[in-house]
């Protein structure tokens, strides 16, 4: 299974960005996706997460009302649409998959992990 993440860049406070993430490799429909982020020097954190369709959310309490993930079975792509970034949102964002998880906010219980794709706003 391979996740190639796309989509980041720079980007004034206010802007909106949208992520994508295509998986490959299995079949995405039984996978659970996630997005972490990791800022530099700090850890790596949750975003959000969505289950296999229809696709209940759950998302981090600071990107809650700002950022929406969703997905297309059909063409093996998860999204993540963020808007009214701030400064604080600059980090590496990840795409992750399994096709369960105990806890979705934990990165070890995601096998499955992209390159990651920069995002970086500007104040």
């Known amino acids: 299974v391979q996740l190639q993440a796309s989509g980041g860049g720079l980007v004034q406070a206010g802007g909106s960005l949208r992520l994508s993430c295509v998986v490959s490799?299995?079949?995405?429909?039984?996978?659970?996706m996630g997005w972490f982020r990791q800022a530099p020097g700090k850890e790596l954190e949750f975003v959000a997460y969505i289950t296999r369709s229809p696709g209940s959310t759950y998302y981090a309490d600071s990107v809650k009302g700002r950022f929406t993930i969703s997905r297309d079975n059909a063409k093996n792509t998860v999204y993540l649409q963020m808007n009214s970034l701030q400064p604080e949102d600059t980090a590496v964002y990840y795409c992750?998959?399994?096709?369960?998880?105990?806890?979705?906010?934990?990165?070890?219980?995601?096998?499955?992990w992209g390159q990651g794709t920069l995002v970086t706003v500007s104040s």
């Open positions: 490799g299995g079949t995405f429909s039984t996978y659970v």
């Open positions: 992750a998959a399994d096709y369960t998880v105990r806890l979705y906010n934990r990165p070890a219980d995601y096998d499955y």
